[in-house]
């Protein structure tokens, strides 16, 4: 398994632009989450997913949208970036029943 | 989610038991203890979680006192690979619902020859 993946590694945006990271996973988790983590803080859970078709916002969703059309992929798009969304960008998934989240390898993003 | 409370950072030398405090003195009767880890710039990684009794994996083990407000993890051996972030997070169980995992700044610790 490869477990979860997300693409691009690093992405530099201008302000206004838009942009998709890409979030797969291979373990078929129903549950799937994207925090962001800023210097010197911890992650902040900005959507979840308990399922594909269901989404749920998280404590930090202004400025993002996502879907879950099938159980292995959930998107997280940035409609007009904006340089406060600069960060690092982590996806997770786990299966039901099971306490322990998979995290990817992240997503550096840097908006100009 | 209680609040948890951890030293910002320790050293351990290598080969030598780490043992990573964490306060958490609100806790409530349903909140699971939690244990990530964070290696420099990649994604967090479970470590161990319980409710109230002791707990051991391959990789550590958590000592919950009696009354539930504080714990420890313990590294039996560290090695230089467990040089990281470690994340002490306290919620309801994950496997009732929900995905979010609190993660406030955790302890750096930095594992030594």
């Known amino acids: 398994n490869a477990g979860v993946t997300q693409t691009p590694k690093f992405q530099v945006l201008k302000t206004g632009q838009s942009m998709t990271l890409q979030c797969a996973q291979d373990?078929?988790?129903?549950?799937m989450s994207w925090y962001r983590q800023d210097p010197g803080m911890g992650l902040r859970l900005i959507h979840y997913?308990?399922?594909?078709?269901?989404?749920d916002q998280g404590e930090v969703p202004n400025g993002y949208n996502v879907s879950r059309s099938t159980t292995e992929d959930f998107p997280l798009r940035l409609l007009s970036a904006a340089p406060s969304q600069t960060s690092v960008y982590f996806c997770?998934?786990?299966?039901?029943?099971?306490?322990?989240?998979?995290f990817g390898p992240g997503t550096r993003l840097t908006v100009l | 989610d209680a609040k948890t409370t951890q030293p910002t950072s320790m050293d351990c030398a290598e080969g030598r038991a780490a043992n990573l405090p964490c306060n958490h003195s609100?806790?409530?009767?349903?909140?699971?203890v939690y244990w990530y880890r964070q290696i420099h710039s990649q994604g967090p990684q479970y470590i161990i979680h319980?409710?109230?009794n002791n707990e051991t994996n391959e990789m550590a083990s958590l000592i919950i006192t009696e009354d539930r407000k504080s714990s420890t993890l313990i590294l039996p051996h560290a090695t230089l690979r467990d040089t990281a972030v470690y994340y002490c997070?306290?919620?309801?169980?994950?496997?009732?619902?929900?995905?979010?995992?609190?993660f406030g700044t955790g302890t750096q610790l930095k594992v030594e020859l």
């Open positions: 319980g409710l109230k």
């Open positions: 997070i306290v919620r309801v169980a994950l496997t009732g619902g929900g995905n979010k995992l609190t």
């Open positions: 997913s308990v399922g594909a078709g269901i989404t």
């Open positions: 373990m078929n988790h129903e549950y």
């Open positions: 609100t806790i409530s009767g349903n909140e699971y």
């Open positions: 997770a998934s786990r299966d039901t029943g099971i306490n322990e989240q998979f």
